[in-house]
């Protein structure tokens, strides 16, 4: 389910909805997982121009958006994941979280679809969403490894581990489904980088540490 967001008046391609003239089609290959992805994305994150959900959702046409903070906001996307009957994890470093690689079972999960959850947002404001939802911690919770490294030199972090929504779903799509090909994911992340800092004038390119 593909939910469009509000975002400049600037010229936009009707297929990727990127600006036209940072049109990324060329570098979207769409691909289709078994698993369904749900994310939960702060309202501040909508109109970020360099936030990756919305090429995400260009690769995997069949996740799911919801926009907002509060139980209220997410209640479809629960009667959603109640229905489907399918076993659903939630991709955050909860303090009983568990890596998907050490998750028992984790290679007969591979063979049965799941809900994977993941926020989108700051780590403030994930954790704002994670705190403001009972329903969340409720989840069986998991979370990457300690070998994976962003790339998103574009948009700075706090800390040297964080990545964008689109990597960590990924990654994390991977694990669960040893068959699927994330590559594109990462081809179109890449792109999305590149016509970024292409647009970044030298002086702030200077503040990123870009070369």
Known sequence: MLVTVGMSKRPHCPRCDYPQNACLCHAIQPVTCESTLVILQHPTEVGH???SVRLLQRVLADSVLVVGETESDFASVRHLLE????????LYPAEDSRTLEELPGV??????PVNLVVIDGTWRK???IYKL???????SAVRLGENYQGHYRIRKARRPDSLATLEAAA???AQLEPG?????????FDAMVERQLAAM???VRRRYRIE
Do not use: C, H, M
Not at 107 to 112: C, E, H
Not at 133 to 139: D, G, I, M, R, V
Not at 180 to 187: I, N, Q, R
């Open 107 to 112: 290679a007969s999960i591979g063979n049965q």
């Open 83 to 90: 229905q489907n009957g399918r076993k659903t994890l939630l």
């Open 126 to 128: 994930a954790l704002k």
């Open 180 to 188: 699927l090909d994330v590559a594109p994911l990462f081809s179109a």
């Open 133 to 139: 939802n009972p329903w969340l911690q409720q989840l």
């Open 49 to 51: 121009a360099k936030n």
């Open 201 to 203: 004038p030298e002086t």
């Open 171 to 173: 990654y994390a799509l």
